[in-house]
């Protein structure tokens, strides 16, 4: 859901010092104007504080229709992934039938047992549409010793470039998502959802 093709613009993010280390979000009078990049993607800022509690500290990712910050929840203390819409009217129009879907999911899998992303809330920020999910910690099977150990979420493009290059993943890895994707496919299945784009990108792999 997060890992659409394309990569992040150069410029997409503004180095620590461009910020004003503060609670209030006083931002640099250069930067006050100047949010969005020419394509309406949010120049993020580490260390900003989005929506006066998810203060950034790294990025994810970036794909067609928005970038991904990876963002601690001062109220909650726990660590969030937040999607930013791009700030554009056909954007915003996608960001709000992914959320129209995502409550679908959310509301009949309330329990989180069929690994469906979870979306935790919504909120808007310098006119972009913001969607704040659970952050994903990832358990690794190594392809040949089979062992176990953690990493931080990727897609599984990603995991198979980095871990099963030439090898391939451990079959217990595989049989893992395996279970897990069909089992997301049967909740959609039961929500008359049918996902159009199933490919590495867009599976992040958990165990």
Same mark, same amino acid.
């Given at each position: 859901?997060?890992?659409?093709? !394309?990569? /992040?613009?150069?410029?997409?993010?503004?180095?620590?010092?461009?910020?004003?280390?503060?609670?209030g979000?006083?931002? =640099?009078?250069?930067? %006050?104007? =100047?949010?969005?990049?020419?394509?309406? @993607? *949010?120049?993020?800022?580490?260390?900003e504080? +989005?929506?006066?509690? *998810?203060?950034?500290?790294? @990025?994810?990712?970036?794909?067609?229709? !928005?970038?991904?910050?990876?963002?601690?929840?001062?109220?909650?203390?726990?660590?969030?992934?937040? $999607?930013?819409?791009?700030?554009?009217?056909?954007?915003? $129009?996608? !960001?709000?039938?992914?959320l129209?879907?995502?409550?679908?999911? #959310?509301?009949?899998?309330?329990?989180?047992?069929?690994?469906? +992303?979870?979306? @935790?809330?919504?909120?808007?920020?310098h #006119?972009?549409?913001? /969607?704040?999910?659970?952050?994903?910690?990832?358990?690794?099977?190594?392809?040949?010793?089979?062992?176990?150990?953690? #990493?931080?979420?990727?897609?599984?493009?990603?995991? &198979?470039?980095? *871990?099963? =290059? =030439?090898?391939? +993943?451990?079959?217990?890895?595989? %049989?893992? @998502?395996?279970?897990?994707? &069909?089992?997301?496919?049967?909740? /959609?299945? $039961?929500?008359?959802?049918?996902?159009?784009?199933i490919?590495?990108?867009?599976? /992040?792999v958990?165990?």
């Open positions: 859901m997060f890992a659409d093709d !394309g990569d /992040l613009p150069q410029d997409g993010i503004v180095a620590d010092e461009a910020v004003v280390q503060s609670q979000q006083q931002v =640099n009078d250069t930067l %006050r104007d =100047n949010w969005d990049d020419a394509e309406g @993607y *949010y120049r993020v800022r580490i260390g504080v +989005l929506d006066g509690r *998810y203060r950034v500290f790294g @990025y994810t990712g970036a794909g067609v229709f !928005g970038n991904v910050v990876r963002c601690t929840d001062q109220k909650r203390n726990d660590v969030v992934a937040i $999607k930013i819409i791009r700030n554009n009217e056909i954007m915003r $129009k996608t !960001g709000l039938r992914e129209e879907v995502l409550r679908k999911l #959310n509301e009949a899998d309330r329990e989180d047992r069929f690994h469906c +992303l979870q979306l @935790y809330r919504t909120f808007n920020h #006119n972009h549409l913001c /969607l704040c999910f659970e952050n994903l910690r990832v358990f690794v099977i190594a392809p040949v010793s089979g062992f176990i150990f953690e #990493n931080c979420s990727m897609n599984l493009r990603e995991l &198979l470039k980095k *871990y099963g =290059n =030439n090898v391939g +993943l451990h079959m217990k890895a595989v %049989r893992s @998502y395996a279970h897990q994707l &069909l089992m997301a496919l049967r909740l /959609l299945k $039961k929500c008359g959802l049918v996902h159009a784009d490919k590495p990108d867009n599976i /992040l958990s165990c």
